[in-house]
């Protein structure tokens, strides 16, 4: 169903793979549209039980994609050092497929919280009260993982 990496000496174990996704300042997210086109796009996440969540307005070109097929990759790079010597770049990259899915009620709120955990931990107080006046303004989603590999580069 999903293919090897084709070179196995520069694959990650799995903890080295996850670190990566809950370290990165963002990551990658890719979908394909209605007319078959892919279309990637950056975002805030948080990695949380096992699943990435993530947060978009009630509408747009992503969600569009999901609802038609919540089939997505999401890719987060980093360790990156460009090394003009060797002709190459250092990285650290994690790749991943899943399904997305919007989430409601508790999870909603599960999704919510790590990511103000993540990108706010030390404002949480204010972070709540902006939940609180953007949940019927914002969609969460999940992405539950299916396959995921680590590779480094140098």
């Avoid at 999704?111 to 939940?131: D, I, P, S, T, V």
Wanted: proline share 3%; net charge neutral; hydrophobic share 35%.
């Amino acid at each position: 169903m999903f293919r090897e990496m084709r070179r196995k000496e520069k694959q990650l174990p799995m903890e080295e793979t996850l670190e990566i996704i809950k370290k990165g300042d963002y990551g990658v997210l890719s979908t394909v549209g209605t007319d078959g086109r892919p279309y990637a796009v950056p975002i805030n996440y948080a990695c949380h039980d096992g699943k990435i969540y993530f947060h978009c307005a009630m509408d747009g070109h992503k969600v569009d994609n999901m609802e038609v097929d919540p089939r997505v990759s999401f890719c987060v790079v980093g360790d990156t050092e460009i090394v003009p010597k060797k002709f190459s770049t250092f990285f650290r990259s994690a790749v991943l497929f899943g399904t997305a899915k919007e989430v409601f009620d508790e999870e909603k709120e599960t999704g919510f919280l790590a990511l103000l955990n993540r990108y706010c931990k030390e404002n949480m107080e204010n972070g709540k009260r902006y939940m609180t006046n953007a949940w019927n303004k914002t969609r969460i989603y999940k992405i539950e993982i299916e396959h995921m590999t680590g590779k480094a580069g140098s």
